[in-house]
């Protein structure tokens, strides 16, 4: 018998663009990720600081400003006090969604009741794959094949598998990204979860309170000039991949017990998940499998689903999870918001947005019952994660 994870409240700050002139070019990334933990506990002022069992926080450069074990910096950095305690995990893209699901997973099976989960990637300061040292086996040995540690070049395989996913119709995608952001904008969908947030850079102090990554004025045509970066004669562009970016935020989840003593109203009840392996040459594929495990372990079909919210790493790799399900490329239930390639995608962070976005999605509709937040993974994973309305 299992107890009762529930997503309580989740607060981001405002997603940067990686580069020299974006917002966080001067904000160290650790600090991105106390704004966000701060701010989640001032909004939840009925939740004893002290009382937080762990803070479980997600970075895929563990080092430098992301290093010293995240959740226990945290801890200490945002003020909950000497006694409790915190760690960092990674699963690259899946990072935070990893942290939300051992934390959720904590709760369930009663051995904590508060817990803060989340993630940062700070790309500007962590350049992807800068810091690593593979073991020369996996190319030695033939383990992986040599694109299958660029991001890039593993989407340019998956349009290689599934031909009928044209550069069109990922472009269609993308511009669809980048319309239902500017709406979810207009409509005020982020501002339940995204705090302002105070920066330094050479021109003095500032605020800033939106995403800095989406381009609003994008069109077909704009996007069709773009050249392939990744492949002589490529599919894959800067405007339907995912950018680089720098991001922070987290959740409140709490058992029933601790949602009762503290007063508080819970948004969704973390149901189960699916976490697989898939070849890392085609990394992107990884949602289908996850989805189709968790489907299966729950007994539930796509069409139980009222939302997804996947991670668009990729256009195509979200193309070839609609077909999968014989979905439209203008689902309405699949990032009804929007997603990566219009916000941008700091990758151990943003699992952590997709459950955010999705608590407000059922906010702001009654019907919806049942959510799915799904990411493609480096190095070949999937991960799944099923809420229902709480
Ligand atoms: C694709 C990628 C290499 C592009 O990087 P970049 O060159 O720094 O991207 P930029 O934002 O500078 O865009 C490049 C150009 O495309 C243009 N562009 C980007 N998006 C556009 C859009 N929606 N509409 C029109 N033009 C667009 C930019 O204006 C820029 O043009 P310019 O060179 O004339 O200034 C990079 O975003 C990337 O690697 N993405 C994938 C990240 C990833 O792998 N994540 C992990 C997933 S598992």
Not at 44 to 71: F, H, K, S
Not at 270 to 279: L, R, S
Request: glycine fraction near 12%; hydrophobic fraction near 45%.
């Amino acid at each position: 018998m299992t107890a009762e994870a529930f997503y309580v409240d989740g607060v981001r700050v405002p997603i940067g663009r990686a580069r020299d002139d974006g917002y966080y070019a001067h904000t160290r990334a650790d600090d991105l990720a106390v704004r966000a933990v701060r701010a989640l506990l001032e909004r939840n002022p009925d939740v004893p600081r002290e009382r937080i069992d762990d803070v479980v926080w997600a970075a895929t450069a563990q080092v430098g400003d992301q290093g010293l074990t995240l959740g226990r910096s945290l801890a200490i950095l945002a003020g909950l006090g000497q006694g409790v305690p915190g760690y960092a995990v990674d699963r690259m893209c899946a990072g935070a969604l990893t942290a939300i699901v051992n934390a959720g997973n904590a709760i369930r099976v009663g051995a904590q009741d508060l817990v803060l989960a989340g993630g940062v990637e700070h790309m500007g300061h962590h350049p992807m794959g800068a810091e690593l040292d593979p073991n020369p086996r996996f190319l030695a040995d033939r383990l992986v094949d040599p694109s299958a540690l660029v991001m890039g070049n593993t989407a340019e395989n998956l349009h290689d598998r599934f031909p009928d996913i044209t550069r069109e119709r990922c472009d269609g995608f993308a511009l669809l990204s980048q319309e239902r952001t500017a709406k979810a904008l207009a409509d005020g969908v982020f501002d339940q979860h995204v705090v302002p947030t105070t920066v330094w850079s050479p021109d003095g102090w500032r605020v800033v309170d939106v995403d800095e990554h989406p381009r609003p004025g994008t069109t077909l045509e704009s996007l069709s000039g773009l050249h392939s970066p990744f492949r002589p004669g490529g599919r894959v562009t800067a405007g339907n991949a995912a950018g680089l970016n720098d991001g922070a935020g987290g959740v409140l989840l709490a058992s029933a017990a601790a949602v009762e003593e503290h007063g508080l109203t819970p948004k969704m009840r973390m149901v189960d998940y699916a976490f697989v392996g898939v070849e890392p040459e085609t990394m992107g594929y990884g949602p289908i499998p996850a989805t189709e495990r968790l489907l299966a372990r729950t007994g539930l079909t796509i069409d139980d689903l009222d939302v997804i919210e996947m991670n668009e790493a990729f256009a195509v790799q979200c193309v070839a999870f609609l077909d999968h399900f014989d979905l439209p490329l203008d689902s309405d239930k699949v990032n009804p918001y929007g997603g990566a390639i219009a916000m941008g995608h700091p990758l151990a962070f943003s699992g952590a947005r997709l459950a955010m976005q999705l608590a407000a999605y059922l906010d702001r509709h009654s019907d919806a019952q049942r959510g799915l937040t799904t990411m493609c993974v480096g190095l070949g994973m999937g991960a799944a994660v099923l809420w229902e309305r709480a």
